[in-house]
């Protein structure tokens, strides 16, 4: 019998030593774990279908330079700080000057913040579900530590943009961690883009702790390009009354993948999560997420949907876990998938999961193609047939798109977004 492949001792060499001893003590306990770790295969379940795209070479293993060469982010208003390789350029970051607001890099943390840091770090994540998660932990270089007081507001959106500079082959784990104290509020959009032609792996991990009250904004643009595998892995607990409004775009690559769980640990706490995925060419895009009602009188709302065109692959698994004591429990997930081609490939698997018997839940999933009907009506209207599949995509999509508050960043991903079905739809 073929023996299962394992991570290569590679991944595991010491990284930078810039961090205060907690954090570094942590991560040589993470890289010690994971010493002849498992590598998912097809039959990894939550890996099914994307464990033959995520090739951890020996190439891939060494940590990209920290640089100071910095692409351009989104061009919005705000505060911006740019993470570079994984690592904090303070120089071309615009920290806010807000009361009750620490926003600091892990490198310059001390002793005690770093040891509350390092106790707190993955426990948002269900670490055997997000193997890659831990990862990031044995590797990190840097990472940004984002402190709300309670009812501290920030008063404008924080833009953080990763950028992966893959100049040569290598790996780059950049990590946030989001304390959100008492009835605080803030709205953190990501945005990873890179530059350079070779081949680079993206491991990111974000976890937010929200206190009873706080209300966090999350929006996650996956924006790399065609030499980048990218792995990120978001976590959150809310307390009561918390709230956390996700939205997760992301355009296809040579692996894509997401996992987004969030745990909702005390009553009245909620969360709405949307994503939209899109994949051309040979691109793959997987999106995981799991909600684990863990209290009673919480709700929680999913709408995902994909379009896939070409010979692309795009994947949906939610879960949906109502512990025995949720009672009270509101749950809905939605999942709807467009087919642009008949070689285009799109898997989803809606789960529902409840031990409680006093509970309102729904799920359920479509894949389908454009409908006829729709397109004769607009093309004998006098529009040309390209542009009637065009609108009837974006149409699809364009629901989820105008629920991101942030009003610059909803028009930026409806400009990409277009121009991506349109190229999809050349020559029809």
Not at 138 to 166: K, M, N, S
Not at 327 to 335: G, H, R, V
Not at 383 to 401: C, G, P, Q, V, Y
């Amino acid at each position: 019998m073929k023996a299962a492949p394992t991570l290569s001792s590679a991944f595991l060499e010491a990284a930078g030593s810039k961090l205060p001893a907690p954090l570094q003590a942590l991560r040589e306990q993470r890289g010690k774990a994971l010493a002849d770790m498992p590598l998912p295969t097809r039959k990894t379940e939550n890996w099914k279908y994307s464990s033959r795209y995520l090739k951890l070479t020996d190439e891939l293993a060494a940590s990209l330079p920290a640089g100071r060469n910095c692409g351009p982010g989104l061009a919005v208003d705000g505060y911006h700080i740019v993470i570079h390789n994984g690592v904090l350029v303070p120089e071309a970051s615009d920290f806010p000057d807000v009361d009750g607001i620490e926003i600091r890099s892990f490198v310059d943390l001390d002793d005690e913040t770093a040891q509350q840091l390092a106790d707190r770090l993955d426990n948002t994540l269900d670490n055997n579900a997000v193997q890659m998660a831990r990862l990031n932990t044995a590797r990190f270089e840097d990472g940004l530590y984002i402190r709300l007081r309670q009812d501290a507001v920030l008063d404008r959106p924080l833009f953080v943009i990763f950028e992966a500079d893959a100049e040569a082959a290598g790996s780059v784990y950049p990590r946030i961690y989001v304390d959100a104290g008492a009835n605080s509020q803030m709205t953190l959009v990501e945005e990873y883009i890179s530059t350079g032609d070779q081949t680079a792996l993206v491991d990111a991990v974000t976890e937010f702790s929200l206190a009873d009250g706080a209300n966090v904004t999350n929006v996650r643009l996956s924006l790399e390009g065609e030499n980048i595998h990218h792995i990120g892995a978001t976590g959150a607990r809310l307390l009561g009354h918390a709230r956390l409004d996700s939205h997760c775009v992301g355009f296809g690559g040579p692996l894509r993948r997401h996992d987004l769980q969030v745990r909702l640990e005390a009553p009245g706490a909620n969360c709405r999560l949307n994503g939209v995925a899109v994949t051309q060419d040979k691109q793959h895009f997987d999106n995981h997420t799991t909600v684990e009602h863990v209290a009673p009188h919480c709700d929680s709302e999913e709408t995902y949907r994909n379009i896939a065109a070409d010979e692309s692959h795009a994947i949906f698994n939610g879960r949906i876990h109502i512990h025995k004591d949720a009672q009270k429990s509101n749950a809905n997930m939605s999942n709807k998938n467009l087919l642009l081609s008949t070689g285009a490939e799109i898997d989803t698997k809606p789960e529902l999961e409840i031990y409680a018997d006093d509970v309102k839940c729904a799920h359920g999933a479509t894949v389908g193609q454009l409908d006829e009907t729709a397109l004769f009506y607009l093309v004998s209207r006098g529009i040309d047939r390209r542009e009637a599949n065009t609108l009837l995509s974006m149409a699809f999509i364009n629901e989820l798109i105008e629920q991101i508050p942030v009003e610059a960043v909803r028009e930026t991903v409806q400009a990409r977004l277009n121009r991506f079905i349109e190229q999809a739809f050349e020559g029809a």
